[in-house]
């Protein structure tokens, strides 16, 4: 298997403009301890810092669709998946806070019964492959079983891991969407107000978010 | 003593023009638009970013599954939370179809109707367009042929701004143009290769409604050039694509001879068998649904075609008891649409060092070739490609997870040609929309009942397209070609191309047609439609230019014959 990057358990960085909130730490370390996590893990220092200052996560507010646990597991799907690099990841980017808002705002009950059921075949798929606790198990552990469950996603199992995918999906849709992840990770122009049409790519050309 | 010397019923696409030229001609003008008004300032949401728009702008599917049903089935990708306002809720203005047969009605009430939501394709119909019903024997003829309307195609072009290039081709004329949206190097070479391969076929930029060299005339109605945003689903507060609200309803407010009103509902058209002339219009208050009739010497009718089919049915009299001006049996009758279903991408290789620049509102046009450049085609008149070259963007669906992932998406990906058909279809007088005879709406008026299906003719010719659009993307070496020439298809549901035409025809004979040539009613001398309504046959271009040129040149007939006094 091959390693995660080191950068996932990270170095901290100083945000522009963030306003770490007691309130979030305190929130997701009552989450951790409520599923059995012990460590105050990377997981909680870059929920703090969420950029508190976009517009939709002020919105967006304190997760309320979300269980406790269904909370953990989305966020620590959403840190897995799109970690921090020389850019902030999915989790400070606040897309389990959009999600959460995401499903109690738009999804209808058959939508939100969906993703619950989901979410919980997900955890159940995750669990069996650490033999454990996903949620507890060594950042090993679950970065191995989570390449696994995605390499199965993507190779001609579409249908069995429908709930992965869809999940994968609008992970990636929040993140890029996100101010951090869309002028940051990516490259935005709110108004480019010319066309060319060819521009030579160099290494640090990046595709655009929109 | 009437109270306006004209009516226009509708503010949008072709209304919006005949409110400019009849009020800049000196005529005291009305204009019914019965949604509400539109604020830029309030309305648009084209500064927003993604971050901006909780839930990635989608509307609530409980409010979808109330009020939004058909107009997200047909165009989820325009109908969002930032710009709902734009589109009807389905549960306030519902219509009728028989089982098994399902129609796209999509539409906006709202001053400007769907000039502001309209994809902004702009093509001329050519010579072949005007004389093919008379040729195949489909529909009547036109009254009019290609040069009739030439110099009122350039007309509004040069006030509407249309960009697009020089091609000299005999079936798509070319406008007047601004500069064009510049190709990207692999429509470039898609071009290049494709024209090498087919001789009888040409790939150009699209034409697109969108100033890219605003001119003085456009620039003091407080227009701008295109910023390139793509954000034009969300109203532009550039003014920089045409639209009523840009540009033909500030020129028709500033002559200070212009009235909107808004919230106003047409019930019916008052017909007096003395004069032989419509008398008033019924208007009810969308709001306070209070009743109340305006006069005028001249009407014209810009509902959208289907809407101002429902007018004139609604408007029976002793004269006309089946309908205003429907001594023929054709209101209501020959509805159109496009069809689309043919279409495919391919990756195209060796420009990975090439990216582009902003957000271009339009990509390419193959216009037809079939019957034109190539004939023995085992269908009836042809279809364009509308399409363009992008490359891969960030993607959730693409395996990897932790920094690979980020990286991955970090690089655009390969290279896409995409191309999509639009193809004409035949006017049939069984498409149809008629009263329905049980059901009303919120405002007592009867439903539309739209019986409409899609003909062999159009089978066939998206069957052939498809092997055509296969063909052509692979014989300019694309690879990864989405669909086959085989793949099964599933036809756009009538309506679905938003180009409703054809309930009202101009024709030569007031037997089989309702308009004459300047698109006048046979049988009620004060009564113009020059919305979709009028349209003997669709052709397979975008429709909005050439209603836009029949509605400046038979405003400018009117004005005429207001002036002699003969309305």
Known sequence: MK???????????????ASPSISRRQLLMGIMVSVGATATSSCVQRFEKTLANSPNLQQAGSPQFYTDNELALVSQLT???????????????????LLDQLYRQWGSVVSQSLHRQGLKNIQLELNELTQQNFLTAPAEQQISALR??????????????????????????????????????????????????????????????? | MPEYDAIVIGSGMSGGWNAKELAEKGLRVLVLERGPKIEPTKDYADFLTPWQTPNLDRIPEDEIAKDYEIQNRGVSYAVKQSNKHFWVKDSEHPYSTPAGK?????RGYHTGGRSLTWARQTYRLGPQDFEANKKDGHGTDWP?????????????????????????????????????????SVEKAFKQRTESTYSGRKVIPARVAHLT????????????PCQVRNMCDKGCSFGAYFSANSATLPAAMRTGNCTIVNNAIVDSLDYDPETKRISGVKVIDAHSKKVSTYTARIVFLNASAIASAMILLQSKSATFPNGLANHSDQVGRNLMDHVSAASANGVMSGFDQEYYYGRRPGGIYIPRYGN?????????RGFGFQGRSFREPWSGAKPGIGEEFKQANRQPGDWRVSIYCFGEILPNPQNRVSLDHTKTDKWGLPLAYIDCEMGQNEKVMMREAQKDAYHMLESAGLSKISKGPDAELELSRPGNRIHEMGTARMGRDPKTSVLNKWCQAHDV?????????????????????????????AANYAVDLFYQGAL
């Open chain 1, 3 to 17: 390693n995660m990057p080191t950068q996932l358990h990270s170095k901290t960085q100083v945000i522009p403009n």
């Open chain 1, 148 to 210: 696994y469950l995605d390499e199965q996603a993507f190779s001609g199992h579409k249908q069995q891991y429908i709930a992965y995918r869809h999940l994968k999906d609008l992970i990636a849709r929040f993140y890029y969407s996100t101010e951090v992840g869309a002028t940051q990770e990516l490259r935005y122009q709110l108004v480019p107000g010319r066309w060319e049409a060819s521009i030579l790519m160099d290494e640090q050309s990046r595709t655009w978010a929109v």
């Open chain 2, 144 to 184: 009019i042929r290609y040069d009739d309307l030439a110099p009122w195609y350039d007309y509004v072009e040069t006030f509407a701004g249309i960009s697009g290039s020089k091609e000299g081709l005999a079936q798509l004329p070319d406008s007047v143009f601004q500069p064009p949206f510049e190709l990207t």
């Open chain 2, 102 to 106: 399902p129609y796209d009605w999509l």
């Open chain 1, 79 to 97: 840190d897995l998946i799109i970690p921090e690099t020389d850019t902030l990841g999915a989790l400070a980017a606040g897309v389990p806070q």
């Open chain 2, 525 to 553: 001398a004060n009564l113009f439609i020059t919305d979709g309504a009028c349209m003997p046959s669709g052709g397979c271009q975008n429709p909005s230019l050439t209603y836009m040129a029949l509605s400046a040149r």
């Open chain 2, 372 to 380: 034109i450049t190539e004939q023995d085609k085992p269908y009836l």
């Open chain 2, 213 to 224: 060299q605003p001119t003085e005339e456009q620039k003091a109605l407080g227009r701008g």
